[in-house]
């Protein structure tokens, strides 16, 4: 047993130098390097969990909390690149720097999730968006590709600025960087001063810049694009990692620096959240594209998130918590679905593309139908649990207007997932649609868990209700 | 009693066996009937024990099964009966073995799946009128939908797609409003429990929001009108069997919500707005006849039919409201007309849809015009339709006239015009019933170019059995009066004791 600390961290880090040179002078052993990949994830993983804690009071903090979510991230990523794996391959653009950058990326959130002040947070997000910058433009064949790229790269480095500025905004009126200090700062400072105004910019710099990483409206114009321009393999990274690791940011950042400020930002949060809710909603009505549309259901997934942060109660944190496990599970489920399916020897893009499907492949079409409805909120799959989380917090907090809101958009939102599992099942088609997996044992498991929670939510009830015992151990 | 968990088998063991049926890639279409079918009268024995076992001299609940299912959140896995429950667990597995009977006569693509989506909508029913903890409610109900939607969706008609989305979306809506209300109500009582919501404590405007959003959810449900428009849509497109399903069993979950749910919760809301719930419930049963006086299609005469007469279930459910205040015995004889009428429609609108399956399998026609001198080449046939548009227009001797009776009678003690006007269906059913007997099996047919011929074995024998239920609940009504009769007194009585 190793008995330092960061140890994941640094076994990912050594082992990417690795493959990259592994694979540099074994350039035909593609599998080799791809099993180097995932046993590097299982130490890392093992080690995740038996991870010594770090002294509290630091700028890169390891506790129970920050160690369970590594250890999501790692074993979601486990899945992603078993995915990503098979589609590069079908693609025939199968590089193991794919997985490397990737890895870095990986190695980004997690330095986010850990960061215990403002400037390792920027590191982390800073490491985790230029690997996806480079992920994004990796179908090089593509127009909409590099088009993507670029367009996430612009406007990511504008959100990076504008979170500099927050940060030094708080830095200049705090004196500090790390979240406890700021906490202790925050207590005496006036409300009438002009540093509480400049403290509130700050706040809301910072919370527009995660927004924008979160893909959250009014921040959330370059999600669909991205989504359609970047391989399903990257969507399907994009859609999982960066929101697990921008929420435990969220979560740590307002509620142990900035918990003093709450009546500002929960306003905020709520407004965002019901916007994005809206939004996803409303957009996705009209989409053709399948990323597009899962795009905006990531948009309107992530409003209930944020929604349920800005509540502050113990109910909406454990709803957000909840949520956000549920979100990932489903999103890494139907992209993963999507990666393993291909019309004429492409992959799919157009809704219609999937059009037959339960006639040539009716257990993906029952893959899809379980994981479409399930986003949905139809029990008894585990997002009506989820919906069924956040809208009850929202009750106890007795904002009933907007839980009927959320509710209707919930209503408008099942039209189009009704409209996929309508084309999968009610239409007919001509031509190939092909599915090139035998071995889908990891999807097979990954969409089934969504039945089974749903049937057995105390599962996921009691993961969400420990990780709030140890979060709020380390928030106070 | 039993000594083993018979709520739950009777919801998880047809629900398991219909998703192997779905996904086994390679099961025979004759195998998959005959599982089907045995299993479906495995469930209908089982259930015929659980009414015999059922104690009717009490109001208690029955074969409680109580697990604590999300501890945090305090919602349970809780099962029991009561009468109510127990009348519609019987007609649910009754019709689907009549269902089972009928289909294996058919042909379907996948035919193994859709025997198998029945088996899960077949378990799903059960579990909605015995869940007892209102988020357990609230899964079976809402699931209802998922395999009505395939089964609609897959193998129905040309304009399915429409339909199913229709039909999905405006129940979800009214679901969800519901999910709301229960929510709060969870708020307030601390519990999800349906029974602790009856004592709980709300102010009158919190109970008429909350009577209004269950009024939307079960009365989309219910149909209601003007709600109702998802409804012949969905049937006209949907498959036989799916509309005797549609019609007889999954439109009760509104009715029976609404006994659940809206009687003891809402009662001060219900006797303020009960005046305009009951005028909701006389359009519904006038004004939608004469708009099933108008219809072409076979179908969507029926379906509407099944509008107005599902809007005796409602009246009778609005009058307890009317009636607690002044006259008790009214109000339990109009809610057990309710129940009386939940049952007999069950049974009638099944018949006649698979009455409707039958001609449209000869003529491929639902229209009235391409259908009609089916008597001469279908006699047997013919004398059965004929019987149940008797049944269906309330004919004295036959289950129809039993519950609208009943319901005739209690509003009569609310006002002479209500029973009127609610009388005046009598007239009005049986002018659209006549109506399309008269065209479909008296019209001039001397060539037969829709080819019809005497019904199958099957067919006669699924009519023969609803034929003799139709005429026992209409002649010796004693059995369902039995069941129900406490709890619905139970009911009444504890909604005008909690007035008091």
């Known amino acids: ?476 | 009693m039993f000594d083993y968990p018979i709520l739950s088998l009777l919801i998880w063991v047809p629900i398991l066996i219909g998703l192997l049926l779905i996904l086994s890639k390679n099961i025979s279409d004759s195998l998959s009937q005959l599982i089907t079918l045995l299993l479906s009268f495995l469930i209908l024995v089982v259930s015929i024990n659980l009414a015999q076992a059922y104690d009717h001299t009490t109001s208690e609940l029955q074969f409680i099964e109580r697990i604590e299912w999300i501890s945090g959140l305090n919602i349970f896995y809780y099962l029991a009966v009561d009468g109510i429950s127990v009348s519609l667990i019987l007609l649910t597995a009754f019709i689907n073995f009549l269902i089972a009977i009928y289909a294996s006569s058919e042909n379907y693509a996948k035919k193994s799946s859709f025997l198998g989506y029945f088996l899960i909508l077949e378990g799903l029913l059960i579990g909605t009128f015995s869940a007892f903890d209102s988020i357990l409610f609230y899964i079976f109900f809402e699931s209802l939908l998922i395999p009505l939607f395939l089964i609609i969706g897959i193998w129905g008609g040309a304009n399915r797609k429409y339909a199913t989305l229709k039909f999905f979306l405006y129940t979800l809506f009214g679901s969800v409003l519901m999910l709301i209300s229960i929510i709060y109500l969870a708020k307030i009582s601390g519990s999800f429990a349906i029974q602790d919501f009856y004592s709980v404590n709300l102010s009158f405007q919190e109970e008429l929001l909350i009577l209004l959003a269950f009024l939307i959810g079960f009365g989309i449900k219910i149909p209601m009108w003007p709600v109702h428009t998802w409804l012949p849509d969905a049937h006209v497109e949907a498959p036989t069997s799916g509309s005797v399903i549609l019609a007889s069993v999954l439109l009760k979950v509104g009715g029976y919500g609404m006994i659940r749910f809206m009687l003891p919760v809402t009662t001060d809301a219900g006797i303020y707005l009960s005046e305009y719930m009951i005028y909701l419930s006389l359009i519904a049963i006038i004004y939608i006849s004469f708009v099933a006086y108008a219809q072409e299609d076979m179908k969507k005469l029926i379906a509407y039919s099944s509008v107005a007469h599902m809007g005796f279930v409602t009246l009778g459910i609005f009058l307890v409201f009317n009636l607690l205040d002044s006259n008790t015995s009214a109000a339990i004889i109009g809610l057990e007309g309710a129940m009386v009428q939940m049952i007999s429609h069950g049974l009638i609108s099944a018949a006649l849809f698979f009455c409707i399956g039958i001609i449209y399998k000869h003529s491929k026609s639902r229209l009235l015009k391409d259908n009609y001198g089916v008597s001469k080449f279908m006699p047997i046939f013919s004398f059965m339709m004929i019987f149940f548009l008797m049944a269906n227009s309330g004919l004295p001797g036959t289950s129809g006239f039993v519950g609208e009776f009943l319901v005739i009678t209690s509003s009569l003690g609310s006002s002479i015009l209500f029973g009127f006007l609610a009388a005046t269906s009598l007239l009005l059913s049986a002018s659209y019933s006549l109506k399309m007997g008269k065209t479909v099996l008296f019209g001039d047919n001397l060539k037969n170019t829709q080819g019809y011929i005497e019904c199958s074995f099957n067919e006669k024998i699924v009519l023969t059995i609803l034929i003799i239920f139709i005429l026992y609940l209409g002649i010796v009504p004693d059995y369902l009066f039995k069941i129900i009769d406490q709890s619905v007194i139970g009911i009444v009585e504890s909604l005008s004791a909690g007035k008091i």
């Open chain 1, 1 to 476: 047993m190793l008995n330092i600390l960061f140890i994941p961290e640094i076994i990912l880090s050594i082992g990417v130098m690795i493959i990259i040179l592994f694979d540099l002078f074994f350039q035909k052993q593609k599998g080799l390097s791809f099993t180097l990949v995932q046993f590097l994830l299982l130490i890392a993983a093992y080690y995740s969990l038996n991870n010594k804690f770090s002294p509290s009071y630091s700028a890169y903090t390891l506790n129970e909390f920050t160690n369970v979510f590594k250890f999501i991230l790692l074993v979601g990523s486990l899945a992603i690149f078993h995915y990503t794996y098979k589609h590069l391959k079908f693609l025939k653009i199968l590089k193991i720097e794919y997985f490397t950058i990737s890895l870095l990326g990986l190695i980004g959130t997690m330095i986010m999730i850990s960061a215990n002040s403002l400037l390792m947070l920027y590191l982390g997000i800073e490491l985790l968006s230029l690997s996806l910058y480079a992920l994004i433009g990796f179908n090089k064949k593509s127009s909409l590709s590099s088009e993507a790229a670029i367009k996430y790269y612009v406007l990511g480095a504008m959100s990076s600025g504008i979170l500099l500025f927050g940060i030094s905004l708080i830095y200049g009126f705090t004196g500090s960087i790390a979240y406890d200090d700021i906490a202790s700062q925050l207590i005496n400072i006036d409300m009438d001063s002009v540093d509480y105004i400049a403290i509130i910019f700050g706040i809301i710099f910072i919370t527009a810049s995660l927004c924008f990483k979160f893909g959250a409206a009014p921040f959330h114009m370059w999600v669909p694009d991205i989504y359609q321009g970047s391989l399903i393999s990257t969507t399907i990274l994009l859609s999982t990692l960066p929101k697990i690791a921008v929420f435990i940011v969220f979560l740590k950042l307002y509620f142990i620096p900035f918990i003093l400020y709450r009546e500002v930002w929960s306003d905020i949060l709520i407004f965002v959240g019901m916007l994005s809710i809206v939004i996803g909603s409303l957009f996705a009505l009209t989409q053709e594209n399948i990323k597009r549309l899962l795009a905006y259901s990531a948009i309107s997934n992530i409003g209930f998130i944020i929604l349920s942060l800005g509540l502050i109660s113990i109910d909406g944190i454990q709803a957000s918590l909840y949520y956000t496990v549920v979100y990932s599970l489903t999103a890494l489920a139907s992209f993963g679905i999507i990666t393993h399916i291909t019309s004429n020897s492409n992959g799919i893009e157009k809704i219609t593309d999937l059009s037959g499907l339960s006639k040539t492949h009716p257990y993906f079409a029952f893959l899809i139908l379980i994981t479409m409805l399930s986003s949905a909120g139809i029990p008894p799959l585990i997002g009506f649990h989820a919906k069924l989380m956040v809208i009850k917090a929202l009750i106890s907090s007795s904002y009933i207007i907007l839980s009927i809101i959320v509710v209707i958009m919930t209503v408008v939102s099942a039209y189009y997932y009704l409209k996929v599992i309508k084309t999968i099942y009610f239409d007919n088609r001509e031509d190939l649609i092909s599915t090139y997996s035998n071995n889908s044992i990891i999807l097979s498991i990954n969409v089934l868990s969504l039945i089974a929670l749903g049937i057995f939510p105390y599962l996921l009830f009691n993961l969400t209700s420990y990780l709030m015992r140890i979060f709020s151990v380390i928030s106070i």
